[in-house]
């Protein structure tokens, strides 16, 4: 009897350890990275406006973003139609530490053209994007089973010409926190820390997004995410926005997405309507 309770706690203790071994992926670097069979969900930073907290494994690469963005705005600015187009605007991320990744984003050809209504003027800019760097640190619930919270400072470089951008650097800091809901549900709450040019001088202020994001299963391999986002600003000449965004995103094949999305504008300062599709990638 005392055998058998003796070789029981061996074996307990055995499958103790070998769980927290596999729990523990700490030990992974960007030189000695994470084993296929150790990797995390797979998991992106869209479809919509929302982060999600969790970052790519060590020693992993995954790229993820618009094929092609398309808004139409006849409100932000009177007198003004703006149809704009983002074609190829890619995000390379990779994998540091257990914790920490890193993350590159640019748009490869950007097109506003502009058309005042009372004349019917027009003009049209067109070039590369800004580049977009940031680092994702991962502070708890990596692993996904609970909550999660990570940070995320980034800069902005001006890499695309005046009119597509301001030429000008900017950055920041996000926060966002995923919590898991009844009935399958997931919650992000996002803040964001924003310190941009101001519009009509060399001057900088402080805008605040904020949003809140649900997601849930409705099929095999199907997410749908509804969102509401906002956008406060510190300078007078910068008014308020507010989106609601909807979006499904699909998964064919582990570590594959496609998804589709709109934005919708709630308030005149907001562009009307964007409608997006996108794909991301694990390796």
């Known amino acids: 009897m005392f055998r058998s309770i003796g070789l029981s706690a061996v074996a307990a203790i055995g499958f103790v350890a070998t769980t927290a071994l596999a729990q523990d992926r700490s030990q992974y670097t960007l030189f000695d990275p994470t084993p296929a069979d150790r990797m995390r969900s797979f998991s992106t930073d869209r479809p919509t406006k929302s982060n999600v907290p969790y970052t790519v494994d060590a020693g992993h690469i995954q790229y993820e973003g618009d094929i092609f963005i398309y808004g139409f705005d006849n409100t932000t600015t009177p007198d003004i139609d703006n149809r ?136 095999e391999n199907l997410t749908a995410y509804t969102e509401l986002y906002a956008n406060w600003s510190t300078h007078p000449d910068v008014r308020d926005i507010y989106t609601a965004d909807f979006a499904l995103a699909w998964s064919p094949r582990p570590n594959f997405q496609l998804d589709v ?23």
Do not use: C
């Open 261 to 283: 999305g709109v934005n919708i504008g709630l308030v005149p300062a907001a562009v009307p309507y964007q409608f997006y599709v996108g794909i991301a990638q694990r390796f």
């Open 84 to 219: 704009t187009w983002v074609i190829g605007n890619p995000t390379f991320k990779l994998g540091l530490l257990d914790n920490v990744d890193v993350e590159v984003n640019f748009s490869a050809f950007n097109s506003i053209a502009s058309t005042t209504r009372s004349t019917g003027a027009s003009n049209t800019l067109s070039g590369f994007g800004d580049t977009i760097t940031r680092f994702k640190i991962n502070l708890f619930g990596n692993g996904g089973s609970g909550p999660a919270l990570a940070l995320i400072p980034y800069a902005k470089w001006p890499t695309a010409p005046q009119g597509i951008g301001n030429r000008y650097v900017e950055g920041g800091i996000i926060a966002p926190l995923a919590v898991p809901l009844p009935a399958g549900f997931t919650g992000i709450l996002m803040g964001e820390f924003d310190y941009q040019k101001n519009p009509n001088d060399a001057g900088y202020h402080a805008n605040f997004p904020a949003l809140i994001n649900l997601s849930r299963p409705i099929v």
